[in-house]
Each structure stands twice: as structure tokens, then as C-alpha cells.
């Protein structure tokens, strides 16, 4: 069944709607939902992290964030909840989600020329990892990263950070990730303002996850 989403222009302004596959084949900017989960532990806040199934056509078996995906024709963004649910199997109310801003992507995956505004949120959500309930077909294990070593890993001060996983049909257990298990960061990623953040876009989102976590409410993007 083909997926129809909103066609707009630079600055989000609708201006119709058409398939997702022809939107990517022809380029053209579309609006897309991102959450990052930040969970308080004993040890410390950790961000919840998917890993996407082997069977994914763009960044399978990659580490991404809670959920991501597509905001369907006519929806706004805090309808993109539904992700959560569809690949973690849990639920959040939407006024638990804290907007912090919208991203300019612009990348090339097998799908064609990907035109993004991706509108970037997080939640403090302090369920247990086994209380999620993911969707083989689009998640093979979700991750606790520890919010400290985890800025640590992607400014490649410390080659890699255990962490607690449980993975589709599996136990609970730790394994280590290293900066080359995370999606990466295309190089013309921009913020919504213009300005380049390079590989950045998982640096930030865990100083906001922190900041969150701590009561901090100078949140951003």
C-alpha cells in the first residue's frame, strides 16, 4: 500500500501531498519525526536507543534514536507518537513530548535525494528496557545508552560504552557499542536556522537529554 505524505516547501508550508517513494525519487522536502527517550537510572540518565532490523533499506542494524519515521499526509507532528508505538510497542502521552526544534536534513540513501524537516523531540520516560516490546520487523534491540559516556563515544573520547540491551526474543544483557554503531551523521545536515552541524546531531541531542533529565528546561537544537 503506498504511503502519502505532505510535500512542503523549505519552511514547512504545505504544498500537497504525494507518495513517499516518488517524494524521495523526485527530492522533494517532506516533514519527519524524531524521538529521543531519556530514562533516569540509578547509575544515571541513559538515552533509549533502537537498533534497526538487518532487514531495513536505509541504516539496517545501525543504532537510532527511540523512534523515527515519516509524518503520514494530513498528520502534525506529535501524531508521529504512533512510530513509538508501531516499533517499541509502548505508549506516551503526547504532552509528554518536549519539542526541541526543527532540523534541515539533506542526504542521499538508496531510496533517492532525501529533503528532510525533521521535527526533534524528547521524553522522560523511566520505564524498565524489558517493558518495551519491539517489532522484529523493524527493530532488533533496544538500547540503554549512558548519557555521559555516551557524549564521551561520539566525540571519540573513549572508543566504546557498555550497555544494558535486550534484543528481540532475548535476555536482558550488556554489550558494547562504539561510534561506528550509530547511524551516522550526513555531512549537509542543518539546523532549521541554517547553521551546520556536521556530526553533531547526536552530541547535542544528549547534552539535551541531560539537560532534561536534570530539570533543565534550555532546551534545543
Not at 539496517?60 to 510497542?89: N, Q, S, Y
Not at 504532552?95 to 542521499?108: C, E, N, P
Not at 528496557?129 to 534491540?141: C, M, N, Q
Request: proline share 7%; charged share 25%.
Amino acid at each position: 500500500m503506498a504511503e502519502s505524505i505532505d510535500v512542503v516547501d523549505e519552511l514547512g508550508r504545505r504544498i500537497g501531498a504525494r507518495d513517499r517513494v516518488e517524494a524521495h525519487r523526485a527530492g522533494e522536502w517532506h516533514r519527519v519525526f524524531h524521538l529521543l527517550v531519556v530514562a533516569r537510572r540509578d547509575t544515571g540518565p541513559v538515552a533509549i536507543l533502537q537498533r534497526r532490523a538487518a532487514t531495513k533499506t536505509v541504516f539496517p542494524g545501525l543504532l537510532d534514536l527511540t523512534a523515527t519515521g515519516h509524518l503520514a499526509a494530513g498528520e502534525h507532528p506529535v501524531d508521529g507518537l504512533r512510530e513509538l508505538r508501531e516499533e517499541l510497542g509502548v505508549d506516551l502521552a503526547p504532552d509528554a513530548l518536549v519539542a526541541v526544534g526543527v532540523r534541515r536534513l539533506v542526504d542521499d540513501t538508496p531510496e533517492g535525494r532525501n529533503r528532510e524537516l525533521v521535527h526533534v523531540h524528547l521524553a522522560l520516560d523511566d520505564r524498565p528496557l524489558v517493558a518495551y516490546r519491539p517489532d522484529p520487523t523493524e527493530v532488533d534491540a533496544v538500547v540503554e545508552l549512558p548519557l555521559e559516556a555516551g557524549l564521551d563515544l561520539v566525540h571519540r573520547r573513549r572508543p566504546s560504552v557498555e550497555c544494558a540491551t535486550i534484543e528481540v526474543g532475548g535476555s536482558p544483557a550488556t554489550r558494547p557499542v562504539t561510534p561506528v554503531d550509530l547511524v551516522p551523521e550526513p555531512a549537509a545536515a542543518t539546523v532549521a536556522g541554517g547553521v551546520t552541524t556536521g556530526g553533531g546531531y547526536w552530541g547535542v541531542l544528549l547534552v539535551m537529554a541531560g539537560r532534561l533529565a536534570a530539570g533543565d528546561d534550555r532546551l534545543a537544537i
